[in-house]
């Protein structure tokens, strides 16, 4: 690109006169849509991102490898639709908007929070990074649409309506077998409830995004149906690539497009490569820590930083490698050639299992960039895929709000 076409790229994203150093390497602004976080962020010295972690993502990691926003995530496993079940799970999704308070709080000259396409960008012409909040399982709104409001007013700019297993919002693309949900697409598969409906229609009037990544394909065309405003998948792949449950078909990719959202390409290796052997041998390593450790059951919060698992995660790389940049360049191809090049963005899900050879953690975040040029991905396809998409569809949603 010619450098009035680099600066007319610049300016329709707001950034006019503000070329950063990396001009040749770096698009507009980057943003990751999925990063996922402990439940003790903050709270545990390991885990003070502000100093050098453990963790794929914290602040020195973002701003060395180009990093310059995500979407921190609001996650908690699934569990019971119970009054005991709900009130966990509020009080766990607590704990990590109050971790992400705390990043905020203690480090304001690096890092601040963005509610609107506009504060992320006023954040990267003043040199800042940007943190966004997305929430992962609506299961952590305790089946009480108030607290759809409450989280908005915390700063959740995205809903993600389910996770693994089956909630009280709509059914999973991987429903929980020990519970005996039904399989995805199978005649007990109904798609989305009323109180599902309920939060699609006030996260429209909210202007707060509709994710459903993680959704089974009948609540994906339910939330389609639902959603007055376009919706996002804040991290999945397509199907027709490898054909993974959390993947995307090409009919769903389409029809996101064709209602102005964006598929949020992920670098998450199950999603990027079928490795049966791979995924056997981190279960068996997952279960002996955790019974060196004293624990009935595997954490990932308590056990992945032990040294014992670096040890042995790094024995399964040698035997069972991981998919490449060239593997998730592969996917986007696939997205941008079905849903089209305004459709598509990134998302890693680092620190969430997300994590690929050429993108291991965020300071590799400018290798991604440099596939997609390989790839024949112009400066300007690449602005929109690392950022301008996303942000396009933020816009739209707020613009449809009804507050």
Known sequence: MNPIARFATFAALGLAGTLPAHATQDPPITIDTHVDIPFSYMREARFDVGKDTPLLVDLGKMERG??????????VPQGPLTPAGYAKAVAQA???YDGIDRMLMQYPDRIRLATTPEQALANRKAGLLSAMIGIENAYSLGHDIHRLDAAFDRGARYLGLVHVGNDDLCTSSLPDKDRHEPAMNSKGDTGMTDFG???????????MMVDISHASDHCVRDALKVSTAPIIASHSGARAVLDHPRNLPDDLLRAIAAKGGVIQAVAYKEFLKNDPGREAAEKKLQDAVAKANGDKVYDSDKDDYLPAMAAGMAEIQTKYPLPTLDDYVKQIRH???????DHVGIASDFDGGGGITGWKDATETRNVAAALRRAGFSDADIAKIWGGNLLRVWREVERDAQH
Not at 66 to 75: K, M, P, Q, R
Not at 197 to 207: F, I, S
Not at 335 to 341: E, F, L, N, P
Request: overall charge positive; hydrophobic content about 60%; glycine content about 10%.
């Open 66 to 75: 180009g990093l310059n926003a995500a979407f921190f995530v609001i996650w």
């Open 335 to 341: 997205m941008v050639q079905v849903a089209g090049i």
């Open 94 to 96: 607590e704990e990590k």
């Open 197 to 207: 409906r309920a939060a699609v229609k006030r996260a429209n009037q909210l202007g």
